[in-house]
């Protein structure tokens, strides 16, 4: 069984800056596609971008592409979001989520991810 941990999240004001990280154990991994959802409340969660097991390759939300960039350290174990630019509609809770399988997954499906941390609260002010 796979443990996540977000940290990371807080009160930031519009255009300002922030990057979540994610904590993982419970099995190996540098095997396995990671990703960042987020929901809102009264809304589904839904997936914002993710990454390979390698790092060579991610998938962006077009609701965030070009301000948010995920990465990965395998040797520490852990996932990162960058997230500029931020905006008030990025206001919501951040998941971190594991993907089902090892190797390689479609990262744009979000029923490839099946494992999740307790999320971290992003709140952004106007």
């Known amino acids: 069984q796979v443990q996540l941990v977000e940290s990371g999240g807080g009160l930031v004001q519009a255009g300002g800056s922030l990057r979540l990280s994610c904590a993982a154990s419970?099995?190996?991994?540098?095997?396995?596609?990671m990703a960042w959802f987020r929901r809102v409340p009264g809304k589904e969660r839904e997936l914002i971008t993710a990454?390979?097991?390698?790092?060579?390759?991610?998938y962006y939300a077009d609701p965030v592409k070009g301000r948010f960039t995920i990465s990965r350290d395998n040797g520490k174990n852990t996932l990162y979001l960058q997230m500029n630019s931020l905006k008030p509609d990025d206001t919501a809770v951040y998941y971190c989520?594991?993907?089902?399988?090892?190797?390689?997954?479609?990262?744009?499906?979000?029923?490839?991810?099946?494992?999740w941390g307790q999320g971290t609260q992003v709140t952004v002010s106007s």
């Open positions: 990454i390979s097991w390698s790092g060579d390759r991610t």
């Open positions: 419970g099995r190996t991994f540098s095997s396995y596609a």
């Open positions: 989520a594991a993907a089902r399988r090892p190797g390689v997954v479609n990262l744009a499906r979000q029923a490839e991810f099946d494992y």
